[in-house]
């Protein structure tokens, strides 16, 4: 095969490969920075699929000087795929919003790739046929295509983070146009070599600043994010974990969203955990599903009859971090390495549909149900394989979020846990950093009235930071309705029919 032929095709996989991990890339920033991450990702993919049949397009109006043309291309392409991070956090930094800057880098990654392609057919013509031509050159992009998305799932997100995955990126598009300048190096023009050797120095100047600042302009972003000092950032294949330090707290946040609190986390974990430990006649086995920073298995560990706790998190980062880090392990104290304690990084739906043991308590203690992957861990299919994991006086309690902010997303988490088969009592607590927060606690076969047999509870031993006696008392109490109660009947949240995060989204969180 030809050299020159060869190298056109190689460019046309690099194109592939570093066009999809660009906007897996911003998908995944945009889910960072803006949520829903099945919108952004099905946006952003399709707007660059739009945007390469509009690059297309104009590439039939290139009509001279093809070889520069298409070297120039691949040199655009590779310093924008690789700074779409930096593009990002820059624009964040200096204007808050990056929303238009990443569908404007996904239509400019989108036209790179759909000029490039014609481009490459055109300038093959003369070494194939027109039908193993055309073939050639779409196999070898979606190839590269596959290529990128094993290496953005395997490799670049795990592994290199967002920081420095487009980066490896563009230096691979960069390095294939360099070759190709070599080899086509005799059949240019003087005047051409010039313009190249500038594209060429350019572009290299441009990635040796980027692998020089990226990381110093991502910090700086995420400082401006999150207000105060970042002790602990990583980047996991699953979200990104930043932990924070300001005016004597440390804060956790997942995916930007904060998880706990060290000014007031107990206001959350100990009304998570105390409540259906109090309500279960004898709890001794108990599954806590989420929750990997270990503050809620801290408050189950407070009870001495507890034999075992069965901890499942999807990402191992985040327990890893709990057993090791001094700050987590002074939040938790050091739970997750208690021999009581298995700790299994899983999909916690995965794991349900695939176990055999039953637990007398199941505590939930999942992300808000803001996106719709989210929701199907508060959705009626889950909750039947908690009420199939649970013995027949089991008991389950589930964040909810919030009664006050979102009260139909609130409503709609207790309707679908009836509907499986769970008798349920709304808690509500507030949570000075959180805002007015709920729980719904559901039991098995059950004639009891919970709420009266929570009322008549005693913590007795329970070594406590806040939770009293009347606190508990308190937490099944709701006064009257003080916002205007919102329209419509609440649906049952269903894999099929997940209508929780609409609900979630459209809550009143313009007050939160």
């Known amino acids: 095969m030809n050299r020159t032929s060869f190298l ?3 460019a ?15 998908s995944t920033l945009a889910t ?10 099905t946006m952003i993919v399709s707007i660059m699929l739009f945007s390469m049949g509009i690059g297309s397009r104009i590439s039939k109006n290139i009509e001279d000087s093809l070889l520069e043309k298409f070297v120039w291309i691949e040199f655009g392409l590779s310093c924008i795929a690789s700074n779409v991070t930096v593009i990002v956090y ?34 093959n013509e003369g070494f194939q046929s027109l039908r193993v031509n055309i073939s050639s050159a779409l196999e070898n992009d979606y190839y590269g295509s596959l290529a990128g998305g094993a290496f953005f799932a395997f490799i670049g997100l795990p592994i290199l983070g967002l920081t420095y995955t487009p980066l490896v990126l563009g230096i691979v598009n960069f390095s294939v146009a360099i070759l190709f300048i070599v080899v086509i190096w005799k059949e240019v023009k003087s005047e051409q070599k010039r313009r ?33 000092r970042v002790v602990y950032s990583e980047q996991t294949r699953y979200q990104k974990i930043v932990l924070t330090k300001g005016e004597g707290n440390y804060w956790l946040f997942l995916n930007g969203n ?19 430990m109090q309500l279960h006649n004898d709890p001794k086995s108990i599954l806590v599903l989420g929750g990997g920073d270990g503050a809620a298995v801290r408050e189950l560990l407070k009870y001495p009859d507890v034999e075992e706790v069965v901890l499942v998190d999807l990402d191992p980062a985040v327990t890893d971090l709990a057993k090791t880090h001094e700050v987590l392990l002074n939040i938790n104290k050091n739970s997750l390495n208690h021999p009581k304690v298995t700790v299994i990084n899983q999909d916690g739906f995965t794991y349900l549909e695939n176990i055999n043991s039953r637990f007398d308590v199941a ?7 803001r996106t719709v992957d989210l929701g199907r861990l508060y959705s009626r299919e889950f909750y039947w394989l908690c009420n199939r994991a649970l013995k027949s006086d089991g008991m389950l309690i589930t964040q909810a979020g919030s009664p006050y902010y979102a009260e139909k997303a609130f409503k709609c988490i207790d309707t679908t846990m009836s509907v499986a088969g769970f008798k349920t009592l709304q808690l509500h607590n507030q949570v000075p950093t959180l805002g007015e927060w709920g729980w719904v606690l559901g039991a098995k076969n059950t004639n009891e009235d919970l709420r ?4 008549n509870s005693d913590l007795g031993n329970i070594e406590t930071k806040w939770l009293t006696n009347e606190a508990l008392t308190a937490l099944c109490s709701f006064g009257k309705q003080v916002l205007p109660k919102e329209k419509g009947m609440v649906a049952v949240n269903k894999l099929h029919d997940p209508v929780l995060y609409k609900y979630y989204e459209n809550g009143r969180w313009d007050i939160y």
Not at 100 to 120: A, D, H, K, Q, T
Request: no cysteine.
């Open 8 to 10: 056109l095709k190689a």
């Open 12 to 26: 046309l996989f690099a194109t592939g490969l570093a066009g999809i991990v660009s906007e897996y890339t911003l």
């Open 32 to 41: 960072y920075f803006l949520g829903d991450s099945v919108f952004q990702f």
């Open 90 to 123: 820059t624009v964040f930094a200096f204007y808050g919003d990056p929303t238009i800057i990443i569908y404007i880098l996904s239509i400019l990654v989108g036209l790179f790739i759909g000029m490039e392609i014609p481009l490459v057919v055109r300038l």
């Open 196 to 228: 190249l050797i500038i594209y060429a120095s350019f572009t290299a100047t441009l990635l040796v600043t980027s692998g020089l600042m990226s990381e110093k302009i991502v910090k700086w972003g995420d400082h401006l994010r999150y207000k105060d």
């Open 258 to 276: 904060q998880q706990l609190s060290t000014f007031d986390e107990e206001l959350y974990h100990e009304p998570l955990v105390h409540p259906i």
């Open 363 to 369: 505590i939930a203690d999942f992300p808000d149900p």
């Open 452 to 455: 009266t047999k929570l009322r």
